[in-house]
């Protein structure tokens, strides 16, 4: 096999005890593994664990270990119960520590909402020596270090976090992109977007919305592994804009 068919793959551990109990139901195993696929990398094992240290410091060794990647949803919170943080700095032998960039993000956002309690200052802490990972939704950054990438259990937080994480990650495939834009409300669109995600399972559309001289539009990423794929994708994709008469400029505005 060579360097370029070697397969990548990934494991996921799931944490939480609410996940076990069944009152939530997990979104995030479906959504981190087709967004590993755009990636070119392989979702290889999932482990589902309880909100015991002991317990994710074994899964996250044995399942980073294995794998070339390992991601993690939950347990990154404010409430004494989110632990990962200590778990995977257990789990690689480091220290926890406060963040300064984190911290100060978590300034910022709760500058107007009661300022940095000692709960919301627990988002802060990382393994020593890890990086964030951007959270545009609030405020509070996931985690990256070492082949192990830490992210909210919050399925819409998650995917904005996959979504900074995206072409970051070195997989079995480069990743391509097709950008189109246009004065179009995101909104209006939303159900055109996720047909055609849906209809193209190897491609993955982003939306990005924007604000320019008193008009809203987006600007729609398509990426994927396969240029086939994702030349389908862009068409069916202008031609349901068209359809719904939106102009829109291929490349993006």
Not at 61 to 79: H, K, M, Q, S, V
Not at 81 to 101: F, Y
Not at 203 to 222: D, H, K, T, W
Request: glycine content about 12%; charged content about 20%; some cysteine.
């Amino acid at each position: 096999m060579s360097a370029t068919d070697r397969i990548y793959t990934a494991g996921l551990v799931v944490i939480g005890d609410e996940i076990l109990s069944g009152r939530t139901h997990d979104r995030n195993i479906a959504q981190v593994a087709s967004w590993l696929q755009v990636q070119g990398i392989r979702l290889a094992e999932v482990r589902v664990v309880p909100d015991v240290i002991d317990r994710i410091v074994e899964a996250v060794n044995a399942l980073r270990t294995a794998n070339d990647y390992l991601f993690t949803t939950g347990g990154i919170g404010p409430t004494h119960d989110d632990i990962t943080v200590d778990a995977i700095a257990a789990a690689l032998g480091v220290p926890v520590v406060i963040h300064p960039q984190a911290r100060a993000i978590l300034e910022r956002y709760y500058a107007d909402k009661g300022g940095l309690t000692e709960g919301r200052l627990r988002m802060a802490r990382v393994p020593e020596g890890a990086e964030l990972i951007p959270n545009r939704m609030s405020g509070a950054p996931g985690i990256a270090i070492a082949n192990i990438r830490m992210m909210a259990g919050v399925p819409h937080i998650a995917a904005q976090m996959l979504d900074s994480l995206t072409g970051t990650l070195e997989g079995g495939a480069p990743l391509l992109s097709e950008t189109v834009g246009g004065y179009i409300p995101e909104s209006e669109v939303a159900v055109l977007l996720r047909e055609v995600e849906q209809a193209h399972e190897n491609c993955q559309i982003g939306s990005y919305p924007f604000f320019r001289e008193g008009r809203v539009g987006a600007n729609f990423v398509i990426r994927s592994t396969d240029a086939d794929a994702l030349q389908s994708c862009m068409h069916t994709l202008c031609e349901g804009l068209g359809e719904l008469g939106f102009d829109f400029t291929p490349g993006g505005i």
